[in-house]
């Protein structure tokens, strides 16, 4: 079976940064992707330089075009597992094959867990918006309602009224003193209340409709979520976190020796510019233990023939 240096897992823009640097590099790669990168729960990419405003299939296809240049093979294909070698190597196994390599950069992404309410719309990121980074701006001194996991409701609510003074919570959540404390500082106000769907006119958010039947008008909801780990392949070959998130060093090493995992399969919080960072940072580190590898080989081979 062929052995190639790279197998990159997931095509967002970490997999795709990680694999720019390896084919510039002429380490032999393939880049796996189930095409559900995050980004594309969204219309419009923000904050990402150079990327601000622009539809995420554009910023995704661009990035594509930029890496088969240097030789690196994308495959539209999950890869099912990935099974370690005696030889240090690793089987990388997808539906319709499967291929050796020296080492794997693990680039799958999160997923987030929806709230179970009505009116979430298929572009979830548009008035269900999990973060002021990247929509804030669109819809500052707006109307907000803040809902969802009780553990991050306070510090979203805190962290969106940068954006806006008027912030209302949705919940039945009991906050303790400090985060009471903190909310009545700034001005946020709570119904004691759940969401239970979103109301709409056409496409234009009109409001949240609460379990009590209440209507409170707003023009942004942010929502609270839990995520965990888009993959279980990193918990089959790494040491990963309670969510399945892998535990990487800074520069993107997990506890497997060839097995690198970057973005948001192990930083659940980093946006895009820092995904790309992250596959940038990796790229040489994979490039110096493929150079690491050789030289043992080579010395073996040398002892061999003594
Ligand atoms: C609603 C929302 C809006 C956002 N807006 C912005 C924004 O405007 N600006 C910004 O900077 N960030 C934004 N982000 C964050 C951004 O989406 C992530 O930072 C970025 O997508 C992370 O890149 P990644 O490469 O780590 O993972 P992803 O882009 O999620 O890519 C992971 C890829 O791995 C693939 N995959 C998973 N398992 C397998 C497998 N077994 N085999 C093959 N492929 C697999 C998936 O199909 C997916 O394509 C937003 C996030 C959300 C939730």
Known sequence: MKTIDSVVVGGGVGGLAAA?????????????DGGQ???????????????????????????????IRYGVELRE???????????????????????????????????YELPNISGIPEKWGRDLKVCPCFDGNEVKDGAFVVFGIPDKLAH????????????TIVSRHNFNEEESERLNLLGIKIVKDDVAGLDHEG????????????QIPCDATWVALASRATSPLAAALCEVDANGFAVADASGATSYPGVYAIG???????????????????????????????ISELRIKKHSQR
Do not use: C
């Open 20 to 32: 720019l640097f390896l084919g510039r590099a002429g380490r032999s790669t393939s880049v796996f």
């Open 37 to 67: 990168s995050t980004i594309l729960s969204v219309d419009i990419v923000r904050e990402y330089l150079g990327f601000d405003g622009v539809s995420p299939t554009e910023m995704l296809q661009k990035a594509r075009d930029e890496v």
């Open 77 to 111: 294909e999950l890869v099912t597992d990935i099974l370690p070698l005696k030889n240090g190597n690793f089987e990388v196994v997808y539906p319709s094959g499967r291929i050796t390599t020296r080492t794997v950069v693990l680039a799958t992404g999160e997923t």
């Open 156 to 167: 979203m609510a805190l962290w969106v009224s940068m954006w806006s003074a008027n912030v």
């Open 203 to 214: 496409q234009q958010l009109t409001g949240v409709i609460t379990e009590k039947g209440a």
């Open 264 to 294: 948001n399969a192990t930083q659940p919080w980093d946006h895009l510019a820092h995904a790309a960072a992250a596959g940038t940072r990796v790229g040489p580190i994979v490039t110096n233990y493929l150079l690491e590898q050789k």
